[in-house]
């Protein structure tokens, strides 16, 4: 005797299976995935469903690892927070890395060495540097808050780098403080260039730049 199978006989198409893994190498992989919704659709498409189709898993996974999709936010938010202001800390030179004499060419060395750790930085996390540099209109404004108060933490770190280093009769008329805006400004805008239009310009020549306008501001001591 023939069967017949009829549409309700079918077998269901199954849902990703999610291999059982530790719950935070889980979150992590949820974290990356909400981490690239956002980078290629922006904040308003982000949601449970577009981070377990992101992540290749069901919904349930993701539920099972944040109990809603703010506190899946929030947590992303922590981690590439303080990812990025880490990593932005380590571009600058500490007390141990200055020279002996903060008038030296050495200074300007450093300051040319601070740009090339941050283009290293660029390069190993593009999407965070993206949104914090390039940020969809549509961004959160505790996001922005974040940010920008990040933005000026760093500037101070670059303030108090530059009042050390510019001391001296010779460097009266400088404000470190308008330095370090105008610093951190033109990194930012470099940056970007780096993300948006990556070739525009050569990041040897760059560094190599640095290192002669600043070493204007350090001459050699007589």
């Not at 909400?34 to 189709?53: H, N, T």
């Amino acid at each position: 005797m023939s069967t017949h199978t009829t549409s309700g006989d079918r077998p269901r198409k199954r849902r990703p299976y999610a291999p059982r893994v530790p719950i935070e190498q889980r979150r992590e992989q949820l974290l990356d995935a909400a981490l690239a919704v956002i980078v290629s659709d922006g904040y308003d498409r982000i949601s449970i469903d577009a981070v377990a189709k992101r992540a290749g898993v069901a919904r349930s996974v993701v539920y099972g690892a944040y109990d809603n999709l703010d506190t899946l936010l929030t947590a992303l938010l922590d981690r590439q927070q303080a990812r990025a202001f880490e990593r932005l800390l380590a571009t600058l030179p500490d007390s141990t890395e200055s020279p002996e004499s903060p008038e030296s060419p050495e200074s300007a060395a450093f300051a040319a060495e601070t740009v090339r750790r941050m283009s290293a930085m660029l390069r190993q996390d593009p999407d965070t540097w993206r949104l914090i540099l390039s940020p969809p209109g549509n961004m959160p404004a505790v996001v922005r808050d974040r940010i920008e108060a990040d933005r000026q933490r760093f500037r101070l770190r670059v303030e108090a780098w530059l009042s050390h280093a510019l001391t001296g009769p010779d460097h009266d008329a400088l404000d470190p403080r308008v330095l370090a805006h105008a610093l951190v400004a033109c990194a930012e805008h470099f940056g970007r260039l780096a993300l948006t239009a990556p070739g525009t310009f050569d990041p040897a020549h760059l560094v190599d730049q640095v290192r002669l306008i600043l070493g204007a501001l350090w001459p050699r001591t007589r």
